[in-house]
Structures are given as structure tokens and as C-alpha cells.
């Protein structure tokens, strides 16, 4: 793909991959392969739910669950997601209710 491009995810991508198993420090090269193969998935997720939330003229989380809904480790992985960001704006809520009192 395009080395030119700022990485965006390299830290994040470094540590992925020693804890799935590859070195402390990977070679950027592979490091690079791997940002670009995350880059390429995001932005083909990205245009699929796009089209499949045209009708409404924007995209929703839902397209994207929509899109990952037959895969069960995906489609678990989002709705676990999902309810953990949940269970956290309800949190935040709480926490920012009792400071105000």
C-alpha cells in the first residue's frame, strides 16, 4: 500500500502483535504490512455499511452489526462492545449526577 501515509496505529499495532505471540519489537516492515491490512478491512467495513445504510443517509452502528452478524466471534465481540460502552456512559452519567449534588 502507501508508505507515505502517516501510521496511525503503530504503538497499538506493535503490541498487539508480541501478544499474540510475534517479538517484542516486530520489524517495521511488519508492522506496516499489518497497519495496512487493518487500514484496508476498515475502510471495506466502512463503504459496505455505508451502502447498506443509504436509505437512511447515514451510517449507524447498527449497519456495521449488521454486516458482522453471521460471523460469531465478531458478531459477540461487537455486542459485548457495545455493552460495555453502555454500561460506561451510564456510569459517567452516575459519577457526573453525584458531583453536581
Known amino acids: 500500500m502507501s508508505s507515505k501515509r502517516k501510521r496511525m496505529f503503530t504503538r497499538e499495532l506493535r503490541h498487539m502483535m508480541y501478544g499474540f505471540g510475534d517479538v517484542m519489537n516486530p520489524l517495521p516492515e511488519s508492522v506496516e504490512l499489518v497497519e495496512d491490512l487493518v487500514i484496508e478491512y476498515i475502510s471495506e467495513m466502512t463503504r459496505m455499511a455505508m451502502e447498506v445504510g443509504t436509505k437512511r ?44 449534588s
Do not use: H, I, P, S
Request: aromatic share 6%.
Open 57 to 100: 443517509g447515514k451510517l449507524q452502528t447498527e449497519d456495521l452489526v449488521f454486516l458482522v452478524r453471521k460471523d460469531r466471534k465478531k458478531y459477540a465481540r461487537v455486542r459485548e462492545l457495545l455493552r460495555m460502552n453502555d454500561e460506561l456512559k451510564r456510569a459517567r452519567k452516575a459519577f457526573d449526577m453525584e458531583e453536581k
